[in-house]
């Protein structure tokens, strides 16, 4: 993508893109105003409707996956780029989800009567039109939409070329389902068929796009943070670590760290570095033995090399190793020799994402907690819980690894902003 802030894009794709977003806001009008049981039934109706198509998006879907392989997308990407029945009914199940959840648009956040009379409320609406830059993440297009409509929100989706195919026919579905419930079908638009040159362009479009909100590896935000004249809420890039305390039950280290680096590793909750103090010998060792059983490659220092079983893959670990977000069943892994080595190390190198620490002690939780400055930080459990689903919200725009406007977990709430309501009796200031 261009640091130009668009100057090589074709005046046809800069045009296309401007009238993408010009129908996206006329199209919004009526759904920031749409009461709460019209939203829900279309949320419903949405995943009837994928259900009803799970033959057509896996078919779909395989052109894609099928495309990924031939070019030598990593198996990280496909793993991203897939759809099954599992994943399919997981969507659906989203949307639902979705639906039952409180509607945030017209909650007061706070209000009051002011001393010469008028009340005030302060009330939530929606933010606009969002535009969405992702890759090989069909399921980022269900979730996305899916939050928008609840919120009020009108969205414009690029989904990149890699799920080109699975992305349309999701697209094609969510837009006959809207128009089905008397809403404009442009409330959801894609852009994939105009390519980079319309991510560009959807970049610049300051004045209908409200917001840009892109999710995916670190090239692809930084290319968003900085092309972008429209807002932008950086999320998503995930170097997680994984502390070991000294006082760690054995087995407990082994479960979380076993789910924190295995049980999905191609999503950005997934553990990149594993700490492990110099006293913990025992749940060291055992950790890296059940992590080699599974097939992950160790980067380690001297400390860790020294804990690794026989026939370990293993690597000593370089400085840069402590810094990358593998999203494979590869670890970075070292040995500390207090809480305050671990929190330093972790100051040092992480992108402000996830960190956990597990541990019997109750002081060193409070101190982990009080001192990682992340957007999630986790006591006693796997990683994983760093997700819009696991935590209640129905689904996730993203992951916020920043702190204005939303942090963390980006659910419906995250998609509104506030306005001011005065209300009074002919009151003028003097």
């Given at each position: 993508?261009?640091?130009?802030?668009?100057?090589?894009?074709?005046?046809?794709?800069?045009?296309?893109?401007?009238?993408?977003?010009?129908?996206?806001?006329?199209?919004?009008?009526?759904?920031?105003?749409?009461?709460?049981?019209?939203?829900?039934?279309?949320?419903?109706?949405?995943?009837?409707?994928?259900?009803?198509?799970?033959?057509?998006?896996?078919?779909?879907?395989?052109?894609?996956?099928?495309?990924?392989?031939?070019?030598?997308?990593?198996?990280?990407?496909?793993?991203?780029?897939?759809?099954?029945?599992?994943?399919?009914?997981?969507?659906?199940?989203?949307?639902?989800?979705?639906?039952?959840?409180?509607?945030?648009?017209?909650?007061?956040?706070?209000?009051?009567?002011?001393?010469?009379?008028?009340?005030?409320?302060?009330?939530?609406?929606?933010?606009?039109?969002?535009?969405?830059?992702?890759?090989?993440?069909?399921?980022?297009?269900?979730?996305?939409?899916?939050?928008?409509?609840?919120?009020?929100?009108?969205?414009?989706?690029?989904?990149?070329?890699?799920?080109?195919?699975?992305?349309?026919?999701?697209?094609?579905?969510?837009?006959?389902?809207?128009?089905?419930?008397?809403?404009?079908?442009?409330?959801?638009?894609?852009?994939?068929?105009?390519?980079?040159?319309?991510?560009?362009?959807?970049?610049?479009?300051?004045?209908?796009?409200?917001?840009l909100i892109p999710r995916?590896?670190?090239?692809?935000?930084?290319?968003?943070?900085?092309?972008?004249?429209?807002?932008?809420?950086?999320?998503?890039?995930?170097?997680?670590?994984?502390?070991?305390?000294?006082?760690?039950?054995?087995?407990?280290?082994?479960?979380?760290?076993?789910?924190?680096?295995?049980?999905?590793?191609?999503?950005?909750?997934?553990?990149?570095?594993?700490?492990?103090?110099?006293?913990?010998?025992?749940?060291?060792?055992?950790?890296?033995?059940?992590?080699?059983?599974?097939?992950?490659?160790?980067?380690?220092?001297?400390?860790?090399?020294?804990?690794?079983?026989?026939?370990?893959?293993?690597?000593?670990?370089?400085?840069?190793?402590?810094?990358?977000?593998?999203?494979?069943?590869e670890m970075a892994v070292?040995?500390?020799?207090?809480?305050?080595?671990?929190?330093?190390?972790?100051?040092?190198?992480?992108?402000?994402?996830?960190?956990a620490i597990v541990t019997?002690?109750?002081?060193?939780?409070?101190?982990?907690?009080?001192?990682?400055?992340?957007?999630?930080?986790?006591?006693?459990?796997?990683?994983?819980?760093?997700?819009?689903?696991?935590?209640?919200?129905?689904?996730?725009?993203?992951?916020?690894?920043?702190?204005?406007?939303?942090?963390?977990?980006?659910?419906?709430?995250?998609?509104?902003?506030?306005?001011?309501?005065?209300?009074?009796?002919?009151?003028?200031?003097?």
């Amino acid at each position: 993508m261009s640091g130009s802030g668009g100057a090589d894009v074709p005046e046809e794709v800069r045009e296309a893109i401007r009238s993408v977003g010009e129908r996206a806001r006329r199209a919004r009008h009526e759904l920031a105003t749409a009461g709460r049981a019209r939203k829900d039934e279309t949320l419903r109706a949405m995943a009837a409707k994928l259900r009803l198509n799970t033959r057509h998006l896996i078919a779909e879907n395989k052109k894609d996956v099928a495309a990924g392989r031939e070019s030598g997308t990593s198996e990280a990407m496909l793993d991203r780029l897939s759809l099954d029945e599992a994943r399919i009914e997981a969507l659906a199940v989203a949307l639902e989800e979705l639906a039952a959840l409180p509607d945030p648009v017209g909650d007061v956040v706070r209000g009051r009567n002011l001393p010469n009379g008028l009340r005030m409320t302060q009330v939530r609406v929606p933010l606009g039109t969002v535009g969405a830059i992702y890759e090989a993440r069909p399921n980022v297009t269900v979730d996305i939409a899916g939050l928008a409509l609840k919120s009020g929100n009108a969205v414009i989706l690029r989904g990149g070329s890699a799920a080109r195919n699975t992305n349309a026919a999701l697209i094609s579905i969510l837009r006959e389902v809207a128009g089905d419930q008397g809403f404009e079908a442009d409330i959801i638009q894609g852009i994939d068929q105009y390519g980079r040159a319309g991510a560009t362009a959807l970049m610049s479009e300051r004045g209908s796009v409200d917001v840009l909100i892109p999710r995916g590896g670190h090239d692809l935000i930084q290319s968003v943070v900085r092309t972008a004249r429209v807002p932008v809420i950086e999320t998503g890039e995930g170097n997680v670590h994984l502390f070991i305390d000294a006082s760690a039950p054995v087995k407990m280290a082994v479960d979380i760290a076993l789910n924190a680096k295995t049980q999905r590793v191609s999503v950005c909750n997934a553990a990149e570095t594993l700490l492990i103090h110099a006293q913990a010998e025992e749940a060291g060792r055992e950790v890296l033995r059940a992590l080699s059983r599974t097939g992950v490659f160790l980067h380690v220092d001297e400390g860790a090399r020294a804990w690794l079983p026989d026939g370990a893959q293993a690597e000593t670990a370089r400085d840069e190793d402590w810094g990358r977000e593998y999203l494979a069943l590869e670890m970075a892994v070292k040995t500390v020799g207090s809480l305050d080595e671990a929190i330093e190390h972790i100051q040092r190198w992480s992108t402000g994402h996830t960190e956990a620490i597990v541990t019997n002690d109750l002081a060193n939780a409070d101190r982990f907690v009080t001192e990682i400055d992340s957007a999630a930080v986790i006591v006693n459990a796997s990683t994983r819980f760093t997700d819009g689903g696991q935590l209640g919200l129905g689904a996730e725009v993203g992951i916020s690894t920043q702190k204005m406007h939303a942090r963390g977990p980006m659910g419906l709430e995250e998609l509104t902003t506030t306005k001011w309501v005065l209300r009074g009796e002919g009151q003028v200031r003097i």
